[in-house]
């Protein structure tokens, strides 16, 4: 889950990281009072959860409150890469002298945090490691001890920071990984931090993405989701614990396990169709569960064929067949649907579905062509 | 034979009460697994499944009473993490955990601590293992795989078990099925599988099932290049799969263009490992 800047940086403050004065506004008119408040000249920033903001023109720069109220009005009316500004923040405009990337991150490779930092901040920093690589430093944290003191003073080394802010720097990186680990963030970062021409440190814009897996012990972060960058079917499928993700093609997915749902969807691909769909149903879906995906499945009007594809394990064939009656009874569709049911119960469920019009099918393979053929339009 | 576990393995269910872990300790003690104990705090003194096995508030104590070597977690996302120290520290060579949805930072803890220990933990977010005709350690359906020659490590679950059916199908055998699971940080690998696989004198060949997200693949396919005799054959899933999503298991995703199933497939061919097209093939490639 992504937070939005102005959240991340409400968080980096509370663990003493300087950030600009500013506050969030949701209509042209308070923008226009916090850039009164604020006095002089201030920034105008779109909060949507994509990147490139800036480049979009969701970032501009007021040099008084009017234009700040102009410049909110416009920006208010934005959309970027698909996603309606809803907020911008207002924040004091810094006097920026330089640049500076820092973040922490979970390196999968080293099983551990690593801490990153750059000399040219301000650019993404997955374009700097493609472009210069050599300009980042990183050291990996142990997540049993934290970050050491030495460690932040070796990273500042390491952008050749000069000394003076070396203090301010170690708290500023202490402050991140509180700020990490106590979110229980998968990343962390600031981008620009930034030295202004009064020789301070201060964390221009933040970014943070949360472990969902780790949002029972953080209700009030939970809380911040925006479901703007979810399509609604996926809010939908999330509400009765289904994975679901939305894709392009025109043949539904229902199957049981996140690796056979993707090799579903791959091997549809490679025979030719286009899937709809990523949807796992999660181990021991019962009836109604089932029948939640099938209307999520459907709510899609591309969709021209449904393929189920369930290797029962804990899953029960019997009661996924169940499920995909009551759900046929419930939403009434003429979209074909070919049905593959192998393991536990597989030949209950075989007979159950056996009045209903549908077609079988034995392996993978075989349904997928299928499943194939009649999105197409074609007879089996 | 086997890797980590065979007909000698003495397993400890934590969560036996649960229902999740008192349906597969059935399922496990049906298939043969020796059971020896299970343990759910609060509940020492109980026995489960008819009186067969006694429960224990807490895995020192357990171990001590039954010689338990290894285990296997069934508990909450929320209390996994500290039941994967509670066997680690308990002495136990095996920890096989189950449950799916713990929290990354919590295993980024458990696993470095782990390191400095003689454990071995395979998963979490994973179906365990299977030795046919021995031992089941975990949830994969016993009935889809025969005793045999051919070696099965796998990230996924249901897709595991399309495989082995696949095997059976032909009648191939499995020597050990292991499923290291789905998520970002894991104990037990690809190459430790393939290792324990290429010294393994009844596992004659290899089946290794990827998936996008990481570079264990890639990792997998110098290893495989340097180090092994035996042949391997591949499958990676989600090759569909758009950038930036997670595809349901919380380590498969896409990000900053690395982990494309394009690159697995292109390390993985590229040293002489046979990469197939669906699973259904897997068993063709082997012959």
């Known amino acids: 889950m992504k937070l939005h800047e102005y959240q991340s940086k409400l968080i980096f403050a509370k663990y003493g990281i300087p950030i600009p004065k500013g506050r969030v506004a949701a209509t042209a008119g308070e923008a226009k009072q916090v850039a009164e408040e604020l006095g002089g000249r201030v920034v105008v920033k779109s909060q949507v959860l994509v990147g490139g903001r800036g480049k979009a023109g969701g970032i501009r720069l007021a040099k008084s409150p009017n234009e700040a109220e102009d410049l909110a009005t416009e920006i208010l009316g934005m959309e970027i890469k698909g996603l309606p500004v809803r907020k911008v923040l207002v924040d004091e405009a810094a006097n920026i002298d330089k640049e500076i990337y820092l973040g922490i991150t979970n390196d999968r490779a080293a099983r551990k945090p690593v801490l990153m930092a750059s000399a040219a901040g301000g650019v993404e920093i997955e374009e700097v490691a493609r472009v210069t690589p050599e300009k980042i430093v990183r050291v990996h ?22 000394r003076e802010h070396w203090r301010s720097f170690g708290q500023i990186a202490k402050g991140l990984w509180g700020a990490y680990r106590d979110s229980d963030a998968n990343l962390a970062e600031i981008n620009p931090l930034v030295i202004t021409e009064e020789n301070r ?72 169709g286009a899937p709809a769909n990523f949807l796992d149903i999660g181990g021991g879906a019962g009836a109604e569960k089932v029948a939640a995906a099938m209307r999520i499945i459907l709510s899609d009007r591309n969709v021209k064929a449904v393929l189920f594809n369930v290797f029962g394990g804990i899953t029960r064939g019997d009661e996924v067949a169940r ?10 569709t003429k979209v074909p649907m070919v049905v593959r049911l192998v393991g536990t119960n597989a030949e209950e469920g075989r007979q159950i579905l056996a009045n209903a019009d549908m077609i079988t099918a034995e392996t993978l393979a075989d349904a997928a062509r299928k499943a194939v053929a009649v999105a197409k339009g074609g007879e089996i | 034979m086997s890797i980590l576990v065979n007909k000698h393995t003495r397993l400890l269910v934590q969560g036996i009460t649960g229902n999740e872990g008192l349906f597969h300790t059935e399922q496990m003690v049906a298939y043969g697994t020796n059971v020896v104990a299970g343990v759910t705090p609060g509940k020492g003194g109980e026995w489960v499944l008819n009186g067969k096995i006694p429960v224990f508030d807490s895995i020192r104590i357990a171990v001590e009473a039954t010689g338990a070597n290894t285990s296997v977690i069934f508990v909450p996302a929320r209390f996994a993490s500290d039941a994967i120290f509670e066997a680690a520290d308990a002495g136990l060579e095996l920890i096989v955990c189950i449950t799916e949805g713990i929290p990354v930072q919590d295993m980024m803890r458990v696993r470095n601590y782990l390191d400095q220990k003689h454990a071995r933990l395979v998963g979490p977010n994973c179906p365990g293992l299977l030795t046919p005709g021995e031992t089941k350690v975990g949830i994969i359906p016993g009935d889809i795989a025969i ?16 495989v082995l059916y696949a095997l059976k199908q ?30 393994d004198p009844h596992t004659e060949k290899a089946v290794l099932i990827g998936e996008i997200g990481g570079s264990d693949e890639e990792k997998a396919a110098e290893f495989i290049a340097d180090h092994m005799t035996k042949p391997v054959v591949a499958f990676i899933a989600g090759q569909t799969a758009p950038p930036g999503k997670r595809m349901g298991h919380a380590g498969a995703i896409v990000e900053g263009g690395s982990g494309l199933a394009s690159d697995k497939i292109k390390a993985l061919e590229a040293v002489g490992v046979r990469v197939a097209k669906h699973p259904e093939q897997i068993p063709d490639l082997l012959k």
């Open chain 1, 141 to 162: 944290i142990d997540p049993l001890l934290g970050l050491r003191d030495y460690q932040a003073r070796d990273i500042a080394a390491g952008i050749d920071l000069p």
């Open chain 1, 201 to 272: 440190l201060l964390a221009v814009d933040g970014k943070m993405v949360l472990d969902d897996n780790a949002l029972f012990r953080h209700p009030d972060l939970a809380e911040m989701r925006d479901l703007d960058v979810e399509a609604p079917s996926e809010i939908e499928a999330r509400k009765y614990g289904l994975s679901f993700i939305k894709l392009d093609g025109d043949i539904g997915c229902m199957v049981n396990g996140a690796g056979l749902a993707m090799t579903t969807m791959d091997i549809i691909k490679l025979f030719g």
């Open chain 1, 323 to 332: 499920g995909i009656l009551y759900a046929l009874d419930e939403v009434k």
């Open chain 2, 147 to 162: 005793p045999g020659k051919v070696g099965v490590v796998s990230r996924s679950g249901t897709l595991t078990y399309e």
């Open chain 2, 170 to 199: 032909v009648g191939m055998g499995v020597s050990t099925c292991v499923g290291i699971g789905g998520d970002p940080i894991n104990g037990t690998s690809f190459i430790d599988c393939l290792s324990m696989f290429e010294d």
